[in-house]
């Protein structure tokens, strides 16, 4: 795949990404129960806020929060896709995605990984969107969408990601304890 000037809700729905709703809306948008990949974007590209604690939810006692600092490393400018994400094995794309919603409303969830949006201080606005893909595909896919991310950024993660995704290893410099 070659990669596109951008990475946009404009070239993610002319690649069959569906949905682009904020994480509020996920319970009514008929998010399909298949496996796939999805996306998280903020639709502007100015330098965020950060929160000084995150409101989401601890898991096995660990809090989410961040220094502002840290997050600050982690931007990527000019970039409209906060993190990039599967799902796969038993929990499909709804199930994902709700996860991640409870996560960041401070509820327990199995959704360690991408938690540094909702340290964002507009976490509210940002956008979900989701492409099904066959189980064994979902990994690869989430890969090459990564890759494209990393070409386009020069050699930087979506914000949200602490690594390339299960398979490959973390950043040096993060707690990468995640949990599905």
């Not at 502007?44 to 989401?56: I, W």
């Amino acid at each position: 795949m070659s990669p596109t000037a951008e990475l946009t809700q404009r070239t993610l729905t002319a690649r069959g990404f569906r949905g682009f709703v904020p994480f509020r809306e996920l319970p009514d948008s008929n998010v399909p129960t298949g496996h796939g990949i999805y996306v998280v974007i903020r639709t502007g590209t100015s330098h965020p806020s950060f929160l000084p604690s995150s409101p989401a939810g601890r898991l096995k006692g660990r809090d989410p929060s961040v220094t502002a600092d840290k997050l600050g490393d982690a931007w990527v400018d000019g970039a409209t896709v906060v993190y990039i994400g599967k799902a796969a094995g038993q929990a499909g794309l709804h199930q994902r995605l709700a996860d991640y919603r409870r996560h960041g409303t401070g509820l327990l969830a199995g959704h360690w990984g991408g938690r540094y949006i909702w340290q964002l201080d507009d976490a509210d606005a940002l956008l979900v969107a989701w492409q099904q893909t066959a189980e064994e595909d979902a990994g690869e896919a989430e890969q090459n969408l990564i890759d494209e991310f990393k070409k386009l950024h020069g050699g930087a993660l979506p914000f949200a990601n602490l690594r390339n995704n299960a398979r490959k290893a973390p950043r040096a410099d993060t707690d990468t304890d995640q949990v599905g």
